[in-house]
């Protein structure tokens, strides 16, 4: 079968690898039709993330059941599912608190299309197939009436940059929100389509790049264009920041533009050993920082539903659109998002 494999460097081919089978009765094969580019993806095609090939690309995807294992009870051949990009069991006491990105049943990290994160080429959602482990557990059924490369981006992306602003606005209800973007480019996206829908009363975006102030704007959010490099003094004060920019710049500014007692999140990261912050600053001041991986496979469900009824449009953050085969050309376009799409699929 095809595999979309990123070789090293910027060099990113089709190889033909033999075809995922069942290796234990809770598994499933799932056909890939529909993949979203993460942030990260975009990374690693321009031989900028250090991680060593070869390796299978592409993790968030939508797609058909094609087979299942004899214990599989909640899912049959030919059910449309997403498929979230963290393997995780369900069932481990990691798993039972929520923490699905950190399964004890795997090894530490086990995804798709990044086996230099955690040694195990799980296979990439740019394949023709793609084995499922925990099939029952893992699996989420597509809604009905979507797109799937609406909800493809779901697996991942999707739902981390929606659920790190969600919540914090569960937690302080109606208050303004701080959008920093930058490399995390489709992450910021859906952070401002968050705080957007989920009541934040008033929606900043800051970014140096024309191409993404006008995206965040039609996403409904009130834009500052920065000077190139994010160096510059804030523009005020906000309870909840969100950093997608994951620069030393960008993170010094979202800690300067938190106000006493507020939310800085860090979201993506870059890829240095350390990142320096200013400690005195966050004491006297009282921030309150988060920087993780998503607990995708926990948060997707939650997610689903705000697609379902409306309340989330991850569409909307799609800046390209290219048949499934042409993802080795199409995978390092520096536009915000690409989908990669088969033929006859929405």
């Known amino acids: 079968m095809r595999q979309l494999t990123y070789v090293g460097g910027t060099r990113i081919e089709w190889w033909d690898v033999p075809e995922p089978k069942l290796q234990d009765s809770r598994d499933a094969i799932v056909a890939p039709l529909a993949v979203t ?69 795997v090894p530490f990290r086990s995804s798709y299309g990044l086996k230099p994160v955690c ?33 493809a981006g779901l697996a991942d992306g999707a739902t981390d940059g929606f659920s790190a602003v969600a919540n914090w606005l569960k937690q302080r209800p109606g208050e303004e929100v701080l959008v920093i973007g930058g490399s995390g480019q489709s992450l910021s996206m859906f952070a401002v389509q968050a705080a957007v829908s989920r009541g934040a009363r008033r929606v900043v975006y800051v970014d140096d790049d024309p191409q993404r102030l006008a995206k965040a704007k039609s996403l409904g959010a009130e834009v500052h264009e920065a000077p190139k490099g994010l160096t510059m003094d804030p523009i005020g004060r906000f309870p909840i920041v969100i950093d997608a920019a994951a620069t030393d ?15 800085c999140q860090r979201m993506y990261g870059d890829f240095t050993h350390t990142t ?42 799609i800046t390209r659109r290219v048949r499934f085969e042409d993802a080795h050309e199409a995978i390092g376009d520096p536009t915000i998002r690409v989908a990669f799409v088969r033929d006859g699929v929405e």
């Open 119 to 151: 040694g195990i080429e799980y296979g990439g959602a740019l394949s023709d197939l793609i084995r499922v482990p925990f099939a029952d557990h893992m699996l989420v059924r597509q809604p009905r009436g979507h797109a799937l490369s609406q909800t």
């Open 37 to 105: 580019r993460c942030d990260l993806d975009l990374t690693i095609a321009g031989g900028r993330s250090g991680l060593p090939g070869p390796f299978a690309l592409g993790h968030e995807t939508a797609g058909r059941v094609v087979d299942v294992g004899d214990a599989v009870r909640n899912f049959v051949p030919g059910d449309l599912v997403i498929v979230p990009f963290q393997i995780s069991c369900g069932e481990c006491a990691s798993c039972r608190r929520g923490h699905t990105n950190a399964c004890t049943s």
């Open 276 to 317: 320096p912050v200013p400690l005195r600053h966050m004491y006297g001041v009282g921030i309150t920082f988060r920087v993780s991986r998503v607990n995708v496979r926990a948060e997707l469900p939650e997610c689903v539903g705000h697609v379902e009824r409306g309340h989330f449009h991850p569409e909307r953050v």
């Open 249 to 263: 710049a960008s993170i010094q500014l979202a800690f300067h533009s938190a106000e006493p007692n507020g939310i």
